[in-house]
């Protein structure tokens, strides 16, 4: 039986996992816990193989609750379970200790197969990250593509922000998503229209796509 601990701060995210799992022979949800905070102490009384962690929490938030998971309960697999999909987080959160990564939006059948995965002792990465990160690594590695990046002069930080840009994502939404400021947002984004001397959004797009700086 593996025994799991879902940490959320929303309840209905918690309500919404536990519904997915409740019926899977094999796994049973132990405990829920809000913050990292109440985790460690709900971890004293209740011992669990494995722990599905969301990242963006208030207080003790993932990344600070998975080294002390690592130190205090050591034998506690950790399967991150979260909306947060840059690779920067992604890699930040397996450094720190993590032993999976999947993603909100994963269908029941993956998420059932990661904690099963992180559970056995073996490492997980959801199929829509490795993806991603395969599609960067050929985008890379395409003579074209780097070119375009170098001729740009985009900043590492710059590409990320023209990434969410096309996405659709207001200034705020890129700012909550990178953990940074509006305004530094607002100063990434007219540094991007100057080197690349696109008049507006559309044609900054535009630019990125024909030059090999962006996917259609």
């Known amino acids: ?15 919404g996992i536990r519904s997915l799992l409740r019926e899977e022979p094999g796994i049973e949800v132990v405990g829920e816990a ?25 207080g003790t938030d993932g990344f600070a609750t998975i080294p002390q998971l690592r130190q205090h309960y050591p034998e506690v697999r950790i399967l991150v379970l979260s909306m947060l999909d840059n690779e920067r987080y992604v890699a930040q ?24 995965t992180v559970a056995a002792g073996r490492p997980y990465l959801c199929t829509i990250i490795g993806l991603a990160l395969l599609r960067k690594m050929h985008s890379l590695e395409s003579p074209n593509g780097a070119t375009a ?27 909550d998503k990178l953990f940074t400021s509006k305004r530094t947002i607002e100063t ?25 700086m962006l996917t259609d």
């Open 1 to 15: 039986m593996i025994r799991i601990i879902l940490i959320d701060d929303h309840a209905i995210i918690r309500d």
């Open 34 to 58: 809000g913050s990292g905070e109440e985790l460690l102490n709900t971890l004293a009384t209740t011992p669990c193989d494995v722990v599905v962690l969301d990242l963006n929490m208030p």
């Open 93 to 116: 959160a397996i450094d720190l200790g993590a032993s999976g990564y999947a993603l909100k939006s994963t269908g029941r059948a993956e998420l059932l197969y990661a904690i099963k």
């Open 149 to 175: 990046r170098a001729a740009s002069g985009l900043s590492k930080r710059e590409l990320e922000v023209l990434t969410l840009i096309a996405e659709g994502l207001t200034n705020a939404e890129i700012a």
């Open 188 to 212: 990434h984004r007219q540094n991007i229209i100057e080197k690349t001397q696109a008049k507006n959004t559309a044609a900054l797009i535009k630019y990125a796509v024909s030059q090999g």
